[in-house]
Structures are given as C-alpha cells and as structure tokens.
C-alpha cells in the first residue's frame, strides 16, 4: 500500500477521534485503560513505509535546526528494545542516536538528578531516543515519598518545559500490557540463552505485584501529562502494530511541531513584558565601603584558613557547592576568586571561566553547558560570569531574543532550585562598581604592560551600555534573589574590602549549611 496524501489524511481522521482522550491522557491513563478497545488509526500502513517518512521529516527538522526527542518509557517486557528499531530503522544515524538510561552510575548519583540528562539531550536538528529517561527512577520506585515524588515531578517538568520553549519537539510514549503478556514475554526471554540477560529483578517484581505498578504507573503519567509534552499510551500486545503506532504519532507530532516552528518565524517573537518594577538596587548601594589595609592584612589570611576548613567539611560531608560571580567588567572577580580559593585543595575545585558559547555550545539549549561542570557531591565549582549571561550580556547585545532571555529568569531559579533540592550550596556574588571607579580600572589596564590583556575593544563597548546593563542587572537581581540560592551583592569600589566579604560570606553561608 502506498498512500496517497489524501489517503492518509483520511485515514487518520477516520480513526483518530475515538482514541483522542487515550492520545492525549486526561483522566484516562492506564488504570482504567482496556486494551482491547484499542484501534491503531496507524494499522493500514507498513512499517517501512512509516519509517521512510519519519526520515523525510528528519531531513527537514536537521534543515530548520529542531531538535527532536522521543521517550520510550513503560512496563518492562513490553517491547521497548523492538519499538525503538523500528523508529530508528530508517533514519540517519548521523543525528539520530539512541540513549539508554536505566539505573544511575555511582558518577550520575553523586550530581543532581537531571545532570545525566541534560548531558544526552539533542542538539538543534539532531532526533534522540530516549530508551526509559528522567521518570525511570520514579517510576521503578513504588515506595518513594509523595513528597519526593513531587519534587522530582516538578523537576522533570521543568526541564521538559525548557526544552519545549527553545522550540525542542517532545514526544513520550508509555508502552502499556497486560499481566498475562508481560509474564509470557518474561518466560520466552528467560529460555532463550541469548536474551536472558533481559529479564532482571524489575521485570519479576512488576509482574508479581502488577496491580501495585499499575497504579503507581498511572499516578506518575497523570502527574506528568503536561500540555507541552503529553502522554501517549502505546498497547503493546502486538508488536508490530504498536511500531506503527510509535512512527505514526511521532510523523504527526514531528510534522506539527515543525508547523508550530513556522508560524512563530510568520507571527515574529513577542516583546510584550509583564515586569515593570521601579526598584534601583545598584543606585541604592553604599560604594564608600572600605577598609583599611592594616585590617585586611590582618583578617586576610585567617579567613583563607576558615575558607580552606568550610571546604574541607563540605567535603567530608559530602556537600556540592556552586557559586556564581557576576559583576561589571573590571569589577574584581578575578581578585576575589583568586583570594577566596588560595588555601582551598584544588583536587576538590575547579574554577569554570565563562566566555560567550562555542559554535558546538550554540546547538544545544543555553543551560546545557552549565550542567556539564556542576560538581559532584563534596566539590566546589566556581563560575567566573555564568548564565546569567543570558539576562545580562545577551540580552544587550541582542542575542537572544525579548521571549528567550525573559523566561530565562523562571529557567534559571527551577535550575537553582533544583541544585538546592540535591542539596547543594548555591551561592552567587555580584560584585559591583560605578561608573567612575571603572573607568580608572580600564585607564590603569591600558597603561601597565602586565595588566594589558585584560581590557579589550569590548569591553569600552559595553561601557557605552552602562545605563542598559544597570537596569538589567537591577532586573536579574530582583527576580532571581531567593532564599535557596541568594545574591550576596558586594560593593567592590574598594578590591580589599570586596574580598573580604566574598570570604567572610563564603563562611557563614558554608556554616549555616553544615549546621543544619
């Protein structure tokens, strides 16, 4: 059979209508879910030819730069491993790739939840398949809390939201069976000497306890149904027909996210903003904090040898510590890192200098780059700049768009959020100068030899923007200042007196975390 546009557009609507609340979730997930009832508005067509035009729409996403990810998640011994070969069977394998994720390693355990998965996602144009993904522990976890239960829910939520809004296609398919099934497929694999590697303890306990998972299975897909990514149930009692379920939807899904894609290029990028705070943060700073050298002499070294002991008790406590330096240029971030990290064992640190994004970190969404060097647990990591770039200099420069760097704030404070929730020390400074202190810092860069590279063309560029980087900085610092993860805003007019307080900060916030 080789249908005809027409032909398919009929056939789909002739059938799709009746399943439309399976398709989309709702109320009805799995737990009332009668398999029989089910009918594959995809039945009429072969696999290869379903295949061939998954192909056709993978040209054309790696043509427009949209990243695609596909989720095949559900019970095991449903025939995950036999959908997915038929979803990648005629793709490119040079931007599609299949990742699996099954229990975490003892790397992927020590840094926070989403960290593995940000590592996999695609990058613009390329398709991912992911074989189980973020709700494997959650859901292979009957006895979890319902309190971390939502913690993780809202976790997942919030990077498959992310994902959506940089224009990432979402597609999740749970592949439902019966009990009966399921324990069939686990008796033919245990005797087939080749694949009974498959079967694990998971497989025997869902099935043992099926109506316990069943359940616990249809809490977490109606938790996790959102409108940008939803659901779909896949019945998997006949293979076959359940690959042709997979490739249909994802053809429809595929084709109508690249129609949602062209009509925000027709339609254009709205500017319309509902922040309209007066609040002066900076204006309102005391810049004549300073101190004396004598005293800073003094309490120097002393505070290095606190700092060196709240990194060594983070460590054995297994505590992660992320801190963040932003400020104007010439600020003094160097100094006060330099000063803050002297006595730390640099076995335990690393110090991430943050510079605008690489042709390769251009592909894949902005936060990606920044989870790569969260550090594991016990480690410190130290952002020289961080993404708050997103708010500061690339909404200047105009490098993101009005949409893209205001929805960064919200992005940015679930990404805190969710370091805290691991358990992590967050905390970020902002070192700040005024305009006439800055100046005297670009003049005495230029003049002395050993200090020449660090002023560039740039940075009297975006000296000529003062006014614009003070009201977004101002804006970032008013709503992304929360208690998980403050901004400690330092007056840094006087380089002696700001590093004094970056370590004297570093202590106490170090303390109250491991006190608690």
Known sequence: MSPTSFQWCEAIAMQLLPILKIIVGGSAMIKDYRLEDFKNPYEGFKRSELGIRLARLQRLVKELDIPVLIIVDGWESSGKGYVIKDLIRELDPRTSKVQLFEHPTDEERARPFLWRFWR???????????????????????????????????????????????????????????????????????????????????????????????????????????????????????????????????????????????????????????????????????????????????????????????????????????????????????????????????????????????????????????????PSRGNIAIFDRSWYGRVLVERIQGFATTDEWDRAYEEINQMERHLYNFGTLVLKFFICIDKYEQLIRFQDREREADKLYKITAEDWRNRDKWDQYILAMDEMLLRTNTDYAPWIIVEGNDKKYARLKVLKSFIEYGRTILED
């Open 120 to 374: 996999k996602i695609p990058k613009k144009g390329d398709i991912a398949i992911f074989d189980r993904s973020f709700y494997f522990s959650v859901m292979n976890d009957i006895k979890i809390k319902k309190e971390q239960l939502e913690k993780d829910i809202k976790d997942i939520s919030s990077i498959e939201k992310q994902l959506f809004d940089d224009n990432m296609i979402i597609i999740k398919f749970f592949l439902h069976q019966k009990q009966k099934t399921q324990e069939e497929r686990i008796k033919i694999l245990s005797k087939d000497e080749n694949r009974s590697f498959f079967i694990t303890e998971a497989d025997l306990k869902q099935n043992k306890y099926y109506v316990d998972y069943l359940n616990h299975f249809d809490n977490i897909l109606q938790m996790s149904n959102f409108d940008y990514s939803p659901w779909h149930i896949m019945p998997t009692e006949d293979l076959k027909s359940a690959s042709k379920y997979a490739l249909g939807i994802a053809i429809d899904l595929i084709q109508k996210g690249i129609d949602i894609y062209h009509s925000k290029k027709i339609q254009g990028r709205g500017s319309r903003r509902n922040f309209a705070s007066q609040d002066k943060v900076i204006e309102n700073l005391d810049m004549t904090q300073c101190i004396e050298d004598e005293i800073y002499d003094k309490q120097l070294g002393r505070l290095q040898e606190e700092a060196q002991e709240i990194a060594y008790r983070l460590y054995t406590k297994r505590i992660p510590c992320v801190i963040a330096f932003e400020g104007m240029d010439a600020a003094g971030k160097g100094g006060a890192i330099q000063r803050l990290t002297r006595l730390i064992d640099p076995r335990g640190l690393q110090v991430i200098p943050v510079s605008a994004p690489d042709e390769t970190e251009k592909r894949y969404h902005y936060l990606w780059r920044f989870y790569r060097d969260f």
